[in-house]
């Protein structure tokens, strides 16, 4: 909503010159015509409308008997409320070969998003896959990986088909140390990889014997003093309450993780003291500095929050929004696994020096998890010094959380938000409301180069496109009471 | 500014009855007079209005000549640009008697505050006197410590007169570890005691066989392996660096130190852990939950930002804030070292369960040196977290911060505060500006019992009462150009 401020002498004129008595007027939809009345002397409200599900008379229809159907209504409602009594519980560090089946054998790894074939993927996971194939002592070189992923040689699984998460590229092979957590009330357990921290990451595409040491020594001594850590914790290391305090200490928890790396860090800082010989003072070296720790612990409590709701029949909540930077996909509470898929968004964002829109990757990574748990883009309004990295304003940041707030089943009971008066963050996205208002859900996240072997070269803001929402709410059925 | 909202009838009569024609009014100062009118249907704003100097003529004729005095406002800028300019470099960790001449030799103490004798001290004070005899060994027991105390056996000392600050009671023996902080820019050093952690606290009052034995490893264990980790350490440890970002983190560093708290063990931890035979590990056990911990750190800091404000001629800026528990007192720039003092009052918060108003002590200890730096209650609009622990809502701590920067000469260039749009939190308190609008500093604070021998009982807001500021406006003298 905003008052029109057109100055052009013409429009005046079209509206009949100015007007004798003062006339409040609310425009409704296309902004222009309010200007004419504004030009003339009213007070014009343009308010923003589009027609509900594009204007396209079918899916129209369908929307609106989706949207009138107590049954849905009841599984949302059952569907959020299991979103909001998973646990996160950080239980152990241990290689993925361990914890994930279908790396327990043979060259396979998992990557990020809906399916694609290593041909078709993007220019940092392709690199994500290389550089996982030389870490594992797959390939001789960087062709020679290439080759086989080509050739088929290297089997490529999604990640959510495996309880994980990774960001950008998420490639998670047999030999990386993988967190386990366990979500007790829902009887999951959900997996993620360790952040590589900023700068030159594999996840971001970047490759060179920098990245392959920093990998080396993640699965040598990261991984290992950190499980010992971890199982050793006076107390259990609940992920979910570092959320919720890091929300109270200007995290969004996607894109900034200052408060809860450094919370996490401070948390394990004596058990990895007392593991010294397996690395743990190496570790504590490495974390001193690594704001970006805490992303993939966001992820895997975001995933087992969301996969706690997914599976309710006729739930029209979306579950899992994931990109493999080619395409982006969502899954459907009430629909399974099936993904419904559109090319994926590009990222409006602020660029390193010497990068810019040119050269970044369309939105990649599974991190959108945390938008789908009602983080990230979600809880902007938590983190208002992230514009300085992300771009915006902190009211635009205020606005954006009200703005999800209109597409989600509800808020957060536990997650609050200081600036809105300790209002929960918006979660649980009804794709009908998204289809109905056509309100995109935003993402705050990293800007990955277009090319293998760069890396991260910004930050910003996205959307889920609604494309993915309209095809997946063609896929719904209505419910007969 | 608020409405009027009494609907009292009489009052409607006495103005007249019901107005035949709407009316606006602006009543200013007393709020009673446009009760009337607003019952008779006029629409009144009531401001808040004093007059100056609280109708004191001479007082006020001396504030109008101080106000308009060129040669004060240049003092200002200057004594304002020093202040800013300090820098805060944690350097080592040492026993006090070795970095303070005064506890050097024989039983030497330091206290919070304005002078004050044993016998007028409050509870929590004494206690503290008590407990640090008994952990230097002068005394055999309490009563013993207490008789010492009394007959001047033990001489006592003011913190500020000797670069030191301490919370609460703020007691420093001899023995004690204090941190060393150096300002590079303007050449000082200060120094501040180790943060007991919440709790049964000696700077609160409590004693026992529990708070001696803390005592004792934080002197014999925790001072020795910080130090180490402290010199050792890869980067400089920047104090200003560490608030700068906490505040951007939801504290305001007196009263909330999460944020602050985290960051520094995480910085110190790898050197704590390279030290554990000096008790590095257990000094992360204790860290670990220390929320408070950041609280000593704010304060040295801010005492060197003050101090270097300190003694400009003609200026006006509050330098010194503190109190002993019975009495507030202040220090002026351009009035040295002298203290004016007013009755210490009362503190409005929040109580642990179990206790209530009729139990809490006065306000007290060195930490309103943080607000005399433009934090604690004057940052309190970055801490929208705080309003559970000290009481308020999200809008008033905002409003008590733009409030604060009513009263001081500029704002921080460097402590920023999102909620404003990352405006500075105001800073450099300007007498005449408090006795002008008798608005008088927000503090916020602990609350100790008044007793001795029990501890913290709550948390809330106070200020520093008129009397100090104009009892010092009476000793400036009016530069001649």
New interface residues.
Partial sequence: MNTATDTDQSAASAFGGMLAEPLDIVNIGVESFGAPPAQAGATVTNLQWRPPAGGDDELGMKLAALTANPIIQKANDEAFEKMLSARAILKDVVPAREAIDVLSEGKALLHAGPPIAFDDMAGPMKAGVIGAALLEGWAQDEEDATRQAREGKISLHQTHDHMAVGPMGGIISPSMPVMVVEDPVNGNTAFTNLNEGAGRALRYGALGEDVMKRLHWISERLGPSLGAAIREA?EPIDLRSITA?AL???DEVHSRN??AS??T???L??G???N?DLG??EA??F??TNNYWFLNFSMVASKLGTHAGHNVKHSTLMTTFSRNGVNVGIRVSGLGDQWFTSPAAEVEGLYFPGYGPEDANPDIGDSAITETYGLGGFALAAA??IVGFVGG???SAIRTTEEMATITHGRHREYQI??L??KGSPVGVDIRKVVDSGVEPVITTGIAHKEPGIGQIGAGLTVAPLLCFTEALKALEIPEA
């Fill in positions: 006076e305090q109270q200490m200007g200052q408060a450094t919370m860090t401070r948390e800082a004596p990895l003291a007392r010294a743990g003072i504590l070296d974390l001193r208002p010094a304003t902190v009211d200081p600036t008066n300790f």
